[in-house]
């Protein structure tokens, strides 16, 4: 044996292992108090966290997920009682109230006479008044059209513009003053 490792087994004794690498000899020290407690509070903590995360204590996910939801469907309600019901293009109706169609009369001198004309008869855009329509001329048809628009024809959506009840408003306008009208000078019939 050599003197340093004579001198090593005599410092360190019974703690030094028979491994050794590149003079870097291994001890068998005991870890530090402090991290045995912190290692066995994670222990315990953990056990407790699972019984009290897991359902065996007060707290249940499923409890906290139906409360959440509970809460969330009485800001819907809430929601929708003060703005009302939402409407998109499956659950748009025709509306014959004449305060909304004045409403949709004004969205459509705004909006559209540039490219369907004052009259309907159509310019850059479409005829809205004959019976060939391009997309379908029912009220959910026309709610679709106006709110996703027609990119490839050149006719911008509306839904970033426009609230449903306005499309639905406008849409409305459009095929109880329009539709079927076939005003004199219109564009020739496009769709079927």
Do not use: R
């Not at 309600?77 to 009302?84: F, L, Q, R, S, T």
């Not at 001198?109 to 004052?118: D, E, F, P, R, T």
């Amino acid at each position: 044996m050599s003197d340093n490792k004579k001198l090593v087994d005599e410092v360190l004794g019974e703690n030094l292992l028979d491994h050794e690498y590149d003079g870097i000899m291994e001890l068998d020290n005991n870890l530090p108090p402090w991290w045995l407690y912190m290692f066995y509070g994670t222990i315990i903590f953990s056990i407790i966290y699972s019984f009290y995360f897991f359902g065996m204590g007060d707290f249940n996910q499923q409890d906290e997920l139906n409360t959440e939801i509970a809460v969330a469907e009485a800001q819907i309600a809430k929601y929708k009682e003060k703005n009302g019901p939402g409407i998109d293009e499956n659950s748009a109706v025709l509306l014959t109230d004449a305060a909304q169609l004045e409403d949709g009369k004004a969205i459509y001198a705004k909006n559209c006479v540039a490219c369907h004309a004052a009259n309907g008869g159509g310019g850059v855009g479409p005829n809205l008044t004959d019976d060939a329509w391009l997309h379908g001329n029912t009220i959910n048809d026309l709610f679709k059209v106006i709110k996703y628009g027609v990119p490839e024809k050149g006719m911008i959506p509306w839904e970033s513009q426009l609230n449903p009840e306005q499309i639905q408003n406008v849409a409305s306008f459009i095929l109880t003053e329009f539709k079927g009208k076939n005003v004199k000078g219109g564009k020739a019939p496009q769709g079927s």
